[in-house]
């Protein structure tokens, strides 16, 4: 595997999704939980996507209850909280794992290609990737990174050849 390009993943529906969809768009990967204390994140979150959507950025949410049990167990749930929360529209996905043995092979993917800190797994919710549009992981940024402060990055992105 060489780009999230060459990965599938699963909709909330349970039915497969090829990353290579959103070839040519720059993503932002986030692991989400619903019921955690950075669930305000997905405002911020939303805004970019609202943002940007337009010149091709796209934020894929993905959530995750490795943290303390913090998602809800039913994927509804799930999506009627971020709906009614934050008004959430860019896509979310099937919950899934993202260290251990478990881990999406998504993860395990975007934990090689841009360690974290002290070390490769994720620490916490909203934990943020930076996909250009080859599918190549740019960046990594810490669960407390305020959304906002991606813009600059982005942008950056936006605007390289």
């Known amino acids: 595997m060489t780009s999230v390009h060459d990965f599938s993943v699963q909709k909330t529906?349970?039915?497969?999704?090829?990353?290579?969809?959103?070839?040519?768009?720059?993503?932002?990967?986030?692991?989400?939980?619903?019921?955690?204390g950075l669930a305000p994140q997905f405002e911020g979150l939303q805004q970019l996507y609202e943002q940007y959507k337009n010149q091709g950025v796209v934020v894929l949410g993905f959530p995750c209850d490795q943290f303390n049990n913090q998602e809800f167990e039913n994927i509804e749930d799930t999506l009627?909280?971020?709906?009614?929360n934050y008004q959430v529209?860019?896509?979310?996905?099937?919950?899934i794992?993202?260290?251990?043995?478990?881990?999406?092979?998504?993860?395990a993917f975007?934990?090689?290609?841009?360690?974290?800190?002290?070390?490769?797994?994720?620490?916490?919710?909203?934990?943020?990737f930076l996909v250009d549009k080859k599918g190549q992981v740019i960046k990594r940024y810490a669960p407390?990174?305020?959304?906002?402060?991606?813009?600059?990055?982005i942008e950056s992105l936006l605007t390289s050849k």
């Not at 529209?89 to 919950?95: G, L, Q, V």
């Not at 407390?144 to 990055?153: Q, Y």
């Open 144 to 153: 407390t990174t305020s959304p906002a402060d991606l813009s600059k990055d």
């Open 110 to 128: 975007l934990k090689q290609q841009k360690k974290g800190l002290l070390s490769e797994n994720i620490k916490w919710n909203f934990t943020k």
């Open 80 to 84: 009627q909280f971020c709906q009614t």
């Open 97 to 107: 794992d993202v260290n251990g043995p478990g881990a999406h092979p998504l993860y």
């Open 89 to 95: 529209t860019f896509p979310m996905f099937a919950k």
């Open 13 to 36: 529906d349970g039915s497969p999704l090829s990353l290579e969809e959103y070839k040519g768009n720059i993503l932002l990967i986030v692991n989400t939980a619903s019921k955690c």
